[in-house]
Structures are given as C-alpha cells and as structure tokens.
C-alpha cells in the first residue's frame, strides 16, 4: 500500500496545473508570487551548473554557452545571460510579449549557474558526475515546474518556440526539437562537451518536469 502511495505522489501530470499563486498577467506581481518564481529559477539554475560540473555531458543549451565561452573568454553564466538576451531579441518578428518572468528567467538562470560552478566542485569520477547529472535533472524538473505556474511569462527559449510555431504551423515538439539540435551541434562545434549527460538530460528532462507538476497540483489540491 505504501509503495502504491509513493508511486501515485510521484505520478506525472499531464498539464500545467493552476496553482494559488498563478498570476492573471504576465506582469501581475505580489511577494509570495516573485518569491517563488525566484526560487525556481535559481534552483533551475543550481541543477544546470551541476551538468557543467558533472563533465560528462552539458543541456544542448549549456554546450552552446559552454561553447561560447572557448570562442569568446566569457564566463559560463555570462555567455548565457548573451545567449538569452540574444533569443529575446528573436522575439520582435515573431511577436511575442515578454513578461516580468522572461526578464527574472534571463538574469537569474545566468547568475545561478555562475554560483553554482564555484559552489560545486568538480566531479572526480564518471559515478560522481553521473550523480551530479540525475540532481541537477531533479532541481531544473524542480525549478521549471515552479517559474511555470507562476504564469508571469515563459522564459525566452520557450518563448522563441511557441513563437516559431504559430507563426510557421510546425507542430511545437518539432519545433523544439529542431532548435535544440541546432544549438547542440554549433555548441558542440565550439567545443562543448556532449556526452552520456547530455544523453540523460534529453531522456528524463521531460519526465522530471511532469512529475514536478504533479507534485505541486496535489500539493496544491488537496
């Protein structure tokens, strides 16, 4: 029975579920809202620079910014706060409207993967990092599950898709799909590092944010 009762709490949810602290607006603020919209983001942000740390493997995103850093001497949190103003900036053709959460996502996810490559140590061995990629899947699941519901705006990468699929009538998963294979091979061209993290996150990033959602909606509805 209690096996049962753990499987049922960690089932995935389907949908984004509305939560009590889910805005009206993408600009509709109050201090329990931003404190958590905060918090996910810098737990997303923890989770990604474990991937950098791990060694074995970076998020298609994170070879980009990783690759940009070869290329250019910046910082690993800097080269992706460039790359997120960068993709906002594909969002005036497309129409999009950012929010108070697409501006946190951009300066807080660069500054939490900066403190984390100086929080987390380097990992020593293939056990290790493969340990330091399941944690950081848990903590972006997490944090991606926490921005979202918060409703004040998606963060520019997920805006950019949403975008690119109104306007060109391309299913979304295909859409995001051809984004982060782009972004993969040019990081990985840069000189990021793909391998068997990359491999996980690709796997399980999406399992980890349904089940996050399906945390929060019972914990929320009960």
Same mark, same amino acid.
């Given at each position: 029975?209690?096996?049962?009762?753990?499987?049922?709490?960690?089932?995935?949810?389907?949908?984004?579920?509305?939560?009590?602290?889910?805005?009206?607006?993408?600009?509709?603020?109050?201090?329990?809202?931003?404190?958590?919209?905060?918090?996910?983001?810098?737990?997303?942000?923890?989770?990604?620079? $474990?991937? +950098?740390?791990? #060694?074995? %493997?970076?998020? @298609?995103?994170?070879?980009?910014?990783? !690759? =940009?850093? &070869?290329? *250019? /001497?910046?910082?690993?949190?800097?080269?992706?706060?460039?790359?997120?103003?960068?993709?906002?900036?594909?969002?005036?053709?497309?129409?999009?409207?950012?929010?108070?959460?697409?501006?946190?996502?951009?300066?807080?996810?660069?500054?939490?993967?900066?403190?984390?490559?100086?929080?987390?140590?380097?990992?020593?061995?293939?056990?290790?990092?493969?340990?330091?990629?399941?944690?950081?899947?848990?903590?972006?699941?997490?944090?991606?599950? $926490?921005? +979202?519901?918060? #409703?004040? %705006?998606?963060? @520019?990468?997920?805006?950019?898709?949403? !975008? =690119?699929? &109104?306007? *060109? /009538?391309?299913?979304?998963?295909?859409?995001?799909?051809?984004?982060?294979?782009?972004?993969?091979?040019?990081?990985?061209?840069?000189?990021?590092?793909?391998?068997?993290?990359?491999?996980?996150?690709?796997?399980?990033?999406?399992?980890?944010?349904?089940?996050?959602?399906?945390?929060?909606?019972?914990?929320?509805?009960?």
């Amino acid at each position: 029975m209690r096996f049962s009762s753990l499987l049922k709490a960690f089932k995935p949810h389907k949908t984004v579920p509305l939560t009590p602290w889910r805005a009206n607006s993408r600009w509709d603020l109050s201090p329990l809202r931003v404190l958590i919209l905060f918090f996910g983001l810098a737990i997303f942000g923890l989770g990604d620079s $474990l991937f +950098i740390q791990a #060694g074995i %493997g970076n998020a @298609p995103w994170t070879v980009f910014a990783e !690759g =940009l850093t &070869y290329k *250019t /001497g910046m910082s690993i949190g800097f080269a992706t706060f460039v790359i997120s103003v960068f993709v906002l900036l594909l969002w005036i053709p497309l129409k999009e409207r950012p929010g108070f959460g697409t501006i946190s996502n951009i300066v807080l996810i660069a500054t939490f993967i900066e403190l984390g490559t100086h929080i987390f140590p380097e990992a020593n061995s293939f056990a290790v990092g493969a340990i330091y990629n399941f944690i950081g899947i848990s903590l972006v699941g997490i944090g991606s599950a $926490l921005y +979202i519901t918060c #409703g004040l %705006g998606p963060g @520019p990468r997920d805006g950019a898709m949403t !975008g =690119l699929h &109104y306007r *060109t /009538g391309v299913r979304v998963g295909r859409v995001r799909m051809a984004i982060e294979v782009t972004v993969l091979a040019i990081g990985f061209l840069m000189g990021g590092t793909v391998g068997v993290g990359t491999a996980l996150f690709a796997l399980f990033i999406g399992q980890s944010v349904a089940i996050s959602l399906g945390i929060l909606a019972r914990l929320t509805h009960q």
